[in-house]
C-alpha cells in the first residue's frame, strides 16, 4: 500500500520561498518516478516538476529556473524548493508516484497521489 503526504505550503508575498516536501510511504521508493503537480482554482491539473527514479529532473517551462525538485531516497522524501514565486503559482499542489524508472508528465500515468498541500502568493 503506498502512501503520499505533502507539506511545507503556505501563504507567501510575491517573489518569496517555499519548500515542499512529500514522504512517501511505499517498498522499493528508490524505484519509483516522482512528480509535483498543481491545481489552481477552475482549473485542470497540471505537471510542475519531474524526477525520474536515476535523479534526472525535467520542469514545466513557467517552473524552470524558479523550482527545484529532488529527492532523497534515504528519507523516502520528494522535495520541491520554490523561490521568486509568482500570483500564478498559487494552487492546490500534489506528490505523486509512479513505480517505474522513467517519468510521466500527464497526470493520469500516476496510481498513487497525495492529498495536497495548497500554496498561495499574494
Known amino acids: 500500500h503506498v502512501q503520499l503526504v505533502e507539506s511545507g505550503g503556505g501563504s507567501v508575498q510575491a517573489g518569496g520561498s517555499l519548500r515542499l516536501s512529500c514522504v512517501v510511504s511505499a517498498a522499493r521508493y528508490s524505484n519509483y518516478c516522482l512528480a509535483w503537480f498543481r491545481q489552481a482554482q477552475g482549473k485542470e491539473r497540471e505537471g510542475v516538476a519531474f524526477i525520474a527514479s536515476d535523479g534526472t529532473t525535467s520542469y514545466r517551462d513557467s517552473a524552470k529556473g524558479r523550482f527545484t525538485i529532488s529527492k532523497d531516497n534515504a528519507k523516502n522524501s520528494l522535495y520541491l524548493q520554490m523561490n521568486s514565486l509568482k500570483l500564478e503559482d498559487t494552487a492546490m499542489y500534489y506528490c505523486?508516484?509512479?513505480?517505474?524508472?522513467?517519468?510521466?508528465?500527464?497526470?493520469?500515468?500516476?496510481?498513487?497521489w497525495g492529498l495536497g498541500t495548497q500554496v498561495t502568493v499574494s
Open positions: 505523486a508516484a509512479e513505480p517505474i524508472s522513467w517519468y510521466y508528465r500527464e497526470s493520469r500515468s500516476y496510481r498513487f
